[in-house]
Each structure stands twice: as C-alpha cells, then as structure tokens.
C-alpha cells in the first residue's frame, strides 16, 4: 500500500479526497507523473516553489523559490 497523501486546501479547490486516492492508488498517471519528474531533474528542479518560464524561442528558464514580484517581474522582462 502506498503513503497516504492529504491534500490540504482540497475543499477550496474542489478536489475529491477519495476520488484523489483512487486514482493515485490506480497508477494510471505514474509515467506522466514520472516522466515530469525527469524533465524537472533535467531541468534543475530540486524543490518547490518552481516556475519554469518559457520564451517565445522556446528557451527555458528555471525560477526557483520564493521571491518578491519586483524581482519575478524584472526577469520576465528581461527575458522579452
């Protein structure tokens, strides 16, 4: 049996509980979840919050962590 996961804040969201753990338990999205996974890793996603922005060229730029919006958005428009 796998680890038992609460998603806190399902109920503003409008997430199933049980709905989420069936379909968890189903493995039904274990490639994609782990195939997102790898392109993360790839990537240099080691942990949350992450942001992956992408250019119009197609260019991927990791954000990670937590930072004020003046920041977030100097880089957005340094990126343009």
């Known amino acids: 049996v796998g680890p038992k996961i609460k ?16 379909c968890l338990a ?9 195939s997102d996974l790898q392109e993360a890793l ?3 996603v080691r942990g949350t919050p992450h942001t992956l922005m992408i250019t119009a060229n197609g260019a991927k730029t990791p954000l990670s962590g937590m930072m004020p919006f003046e920041k977030l958005e100097a880089i957005i428009k340094s990126a343009f």
């Open 7 to 22: 998603i806190i804040g399902n109920e503003e969201v409008g997430l199933d509980q049980a709905e989420f753990e069936a």
């Open 26 to 34: 189903s493995g039904e999205q274990a490639a994609r979840v782990k």
């Open 42 to 44: 790839t990537l240099g």
